[in-house]
């Protein structure tokens, strides 16, 4: 459906080829979370620690080691130390870092394949028309306007989009909060479209789950803005109201800073300095900003920890996809299995220069969540049925970098398990 909400707009709006209306089912094997898109050059690349590439793609299309060192030199991306702080997003690169973002990933890396087909462009310009397409369909007022192709669609057929929680989830919210514990939900969605998924999904009771409510909370800036650039409003009827000089007590608020919320939280829990920790699935928006500027404890939802648990055993791989398509019907891949294309997302082989030996190395993707997680979890069910006491290990308390995954480290970061995820 996003695929879809901004290949539509790409079309009819600024007349790009409409095959890129058409979905094969196996081209979302390019989907895979951590890619960095190289605006100009039309590259998507997979990057390692220290920002070397060790894959790339043009357009869909993968690039040969030759052609990676043609382009980047000694292989080492010249971005890398603006992005690798997380701090911007720019005109010349866009991470992609989560589920709702990835088929943009795949939209623009066909428009590039479009592109080169007819014009055989060598820079690219397409992303301020992503761009475009991104306000038209996401903008504050398109869920009450029914405007662009995505709220439109979701409001008519939630089930088809929306997983209800599990019980055991809702469960352990009630227990925290019984626990005397404050519960906070913050979301960069507007407070029309917070409240369809939330009542889907929890229930029509949804608020009596949470304190404190912060739609349209515009993150990773909800945390790097002062009360001035970004103060709380209210809300009535899902319209924004005059803005807070201060946050006073509980209740549902929109836009805001991470900075006056903390002293809410002071002066609800009596304490100087209460512990927050903050459950996200976007490095980008989520974890990185609230551990770097509000310095909170962070669990990483990282659904990558399911995908990595099932190895494809080799016959059925080469299957023809026409016979599998009569048991898996319209089912598309899970997102989170890994890509043929670009392999696991938390190592990769890095190849020898000369007649050196390949060595095995963690991603870029992989060492922002040991720098930046308290703990990974594969999903808040992992942990609902956890004694609310329970103990984790940590990232950080220990040189381990496999610590602070639950239940269990990735396959890939396990010795002696490469040659199983790595094929």
Known sequence: LIYDSFAQYLVTEKGYDKDLLTLAPDCLDFCCKGLVLDIEEGNFLKLAQDGTVLRASHGTKSMTSEEILETY???????FNTVSGMVSRSAKYYLYDNYFDLPGALLCARVVDSLDQHDG?????????????????YKISAFKEDCGTYFPEVKKHPDKYLQRCPESVKKWLKQLKSAGKILLLITSSHSDYCRLLCEHILGNDFEEYFDIVITNALKPGFFSHTPNQRPFRTLENDEEQEALLSLDKP???SQGN?????????KMTGKVDPKVVYFGDSMHSDIFPARHYSNWETVLILEELLGDKVTVPVETESEPLEKKGKYEGDQLKALYSISKQWGSFFMDRLPGLENAEETLVCTWSCKCISTYSTIAIPSLEAIADLPLDYRFTRFSSNSSATAGYYPSPPRALLPNEESVTMK
């Open 73 to 79: 030199g000694t292989r080492e991306w010249k971005h």
């Open 121 to 137: 462009q060598k820079k690219y310009d397409f992303w301020k028309d992503m761009v475009a397409a991104i306000q038209h369909n």
């Open 258 to 266: 991470a900075i006056q919320l903390y002293e809410l939280l002071k």
């Open 251 to 253: 209740g549902w608020y």
